[in-house]
């Protein structure tokens, strides 16, 4: 019954998200906009993404920053006290003005005050200040020095975290995106650690401090600041009228012109090859139009309530000041009463302009967080402590009993997948796209964890392996060969960082590389260039093999590592791979047929399920083996 009435109850808060998106598409199609399909669709899924990101408030951000590093939380809490006690210092020179004032006005009517008393109000007044820059200097040096320190904090756990997350997440994940989180969305949070989390109790003090005060001279004064709120809320209700549309139209077409910027500065070689440049130009010049159109058109509806709301907080004093001056003149308030009447409701102006430009600062801090978030809940995978090694029996093969997997979003990609290898052999894994061969290596190589089943490698569950011992035993080698912008020796070192020069030289040979590297300039000191760009595709390839030659692994992995590979390289890749296979398990997966003709076990894989098994001969007789058969060879 309950869990029936949980079906209930998230079915229809999952009606009721609809029924918001429906009504928020309904609001940008009322906006009179002639917004592109594009920008539309765009719309729809930023909103369906935001509905699914969890809503944070102040408390909740900055509890979730101080969980990061909660021995800098101390620090905090200190620098947040000094910047409360500067402010209440700081009142002292309102105080000062208004009695220097009036004691000039006394002065002046006839009415002497002794010098004296001015100058000891005058040295309170200088001392309070001096307390307020020495509170408030402390507070900002220290709020500071704890932001650098937690944002420190932060990248250090984001990179960890990277450690124990499941490869895939790396793989699936264009470097530039966890690039922007770590570098670039870290350093957005700044602005509001160093600044917003210290400062804004103080900000928020003071105009409490200045309506108590002024309630506390005359009660229909301090009512009287609060008479512009009424058309503060007006100004407010008719600037945010439809601002979720709004937003959601000016954010997509940013984003939009973004995209197109990025898209048009990449591809200016192919356009200029093609000869594309109005076709290309005119795309990013409608989308740069309706970027402009989309904010013109929100500060056009929305500039007449922004307006009357920066009017009504201009003017707290608007009926104070001629109440004042009323009950002044009535003699039912002293002239030091009148003065702090007029000083302390310009005074509230600065901070509420501060207090509102804080709650601007926790949109974008709370936005930057969820990606950041995000990162941090990512589900880790849990391995034995690096001390504890096993043994791997290096006479036993891998082997694959009932896997399945499945993707974070829960759809399954691998259903009962079953095999087993034998060291010295040749494993290869054939099939349509899509069908889950490449899934089945990285699962191997520990990029993820099987949702359920066993992978075991030498008579032990990959689960019991530490991720370094499992590193030392697995060689992956992918089709997107990566190189360091290194000496290609230090890249073929990798393998095996304490190898010999001759070690080096001989898997060189092993991988046929030798030869094209001795004619480079400086032979084995040539750097590799960025990301291996100073090397053909099929270079780079005979490298990382001779990479994963010379690594002392049990298990080599090759995903595609023939992919780029002309005909005269794939001769040598070939022979290179003969060169591997020596007593270790060897699994490949290839397109080029040719490749895997004559290994000792082929596996078909489609949809997630293995078809059949067995040598090449055995299934020709499997019409989706024979029909991937021809294709190859161009029969169909």
């Known amino acids: 019954m309950k869990k029936k009435n949980d079906e209930l109850i998230c079915s229809a808060s999952d009606s009721k998200k609809l029924k918001q998106n429906k009504n928020l598409i309904k609001e940008v199609e009322s906006l009179n906009l002639d917004v592109p399909d594009e920008i539309m669709q765009r719309i729809e899924s930023d909103v369906e993404q935001s509905e699914k990101k969890p809503k944070i408030s102040m408390g909740g951000l900055n509890k979730a920053l101080m969980s990061v590093a909660p021995e800098y939380k101390g620090r905090m809490r200190i620098s947040v006290i000094f910047a409360c006690i500067g402010e209440l210092f700081s009142f002292s020179t309102y105080f000062f003005s208004a009695y220097a004032a009036g004691w000039l006005i006394k002065n002046a009517g006839g009415n002497p005050v002794g010098f004296h008393a001015l100058m000891k109000y005058a040295f309170f007044a200088i001392g309070s200040l001096l307390l307020y820059f020495i509170f408030s200097g402390f507070s900002t040096t220290i709020s500071h020095k704890t932001s650098f320190s937690i944002l420190a904090k932060l990248r250090e756990t984001l990179f960890e975290k990277l450690k124990v997350i499941p490869m895939g997440y790396l793989v699936d994940n264009p470097v530039g995106k966890i690039k922007v989180i770590i570098m670039d969305r870290v350093a957005d949070m700044e602005d509001w650690v160093a600044h917003i989390m210290p400062e804004l109790p103080s900000k928020l003090l003071h105009p409490i401090l200045c309506t108590v005060i002024l309630f506390y001279l005359d009660w ?11 058309i503060i809320f007006v100004g407010m209700i008719t600037m945010m009228y439809k601002y979720r549309s709004r937003m959601a139209v000016w954010l997509s077409s940013y984003a939009n012109v973004a995209d197109r910027s990025a898209e048009y500065v990449r591809g200016i070689p192919v356009i200029k090859a093609f000869a594309q440049d109005k076709a290309s130009y005119g795309k990013f010049a409608d989308a740069v139009k309706f970027y402009h159109f989309s904010t013109m058109k929100w500060w056009k509806q929305s500039w007449f309530g922004k307006a009357l709301m920066m009017a009504a907080m201009m003017t707290p004093q608007i009926v104070s000041l001629p109440l004042a001056f009323y009950l002044y003149g009535n003699g039912q308030i002293g002239i030091e009463t009148l003065l702090l009447s007029l000083i302390l409701p ?17 949109q974008m801090a709370s936005n930057t967080w969820v990606s950041i978030q995000e990162l941090l809940d990512m589900p880790v995978q849990k391995r034995p402590d690096v001390e504890n090694k ?20 829960g759809t399954e990609v691998l259903h009962n997948i079953s095999f087993e290898t034998s060291p010295g052999e040749v494993t290869a894994l054939v ?21 359920s089943g066993k992978i075991s490698i030498g008579n032990v569950d990959t689960k019991n392996i ?15 060969n990566f190189l360091f912008d290194v000496s290609i020796r230090d890249n073929i070192r990798l393998g095996k960082p304490n190898a010999t020069e001759d070690e080096i030289i001989a898997a060189a040979k092993a991988a046929h590389c030798h030869d094209f590297i001795m004619a480079l300039p400086k032979g084995y000191d040539t750097k590799a260039g960025e990301a291996g760009g100073a090397m053909s595709g099929g270079e780079r390839q005979r490298i990382t093999l001779a990479r994963a030659i010379l690594k002392p692994a049990s298990t080599i992995i090759l995903d595609e590592a023939t992919a780029y590979a002309d005909p005269e ?22 397109h080029r047929l040719n490749t895997i003709k004559q290994a000792h076990q082929i596996i078909l894989i489609d949809k997630g399920q293995i078809i ?17 058969w021809k294709q190859y060879l161009g029969e169909e």
């Open 220 to 230: 229909r004064i301090g009512l009287s600041i609060f008479v512009p709120l009424p």
């Open 346 to 362: 310009f005074t509230i102006l600065p901070q509420a302009f501060a207090i509102m430009m804080s709650f601007e600062v926790f």
């Open 390 to 409: 096993v043994t791997i029996d290096r006479g036993k093969g891998i082997k694959f009993d009932n896997v399945s997997f499945s993707y974070h979003d």
């Open 431 to 451: 099939g349509p796209s899509g069908g889950g061969k490449s899934t089945i290596a990285k699962l191997l190589a520990g990029f993820w964890d099987q949702s």
């Open 466 to 480: 530490s991720f370094k011992q499992l590193a030392e035993e697995i060689s992956y080698v992918s089709q997107d």
């Open 569 to 590: 390289n794939e001769a040598l890749i070939q022979e290179a791979i003969s060169n591997l296979v020596k007593g270790k398990n060897l699994v490949m997966v290839a």
């Open 612 to 628: 059949a098994k067995g040598k090449h001969e055995e299934l020709m007789e499997e019409p989706l083996y024979a029909s991937l």
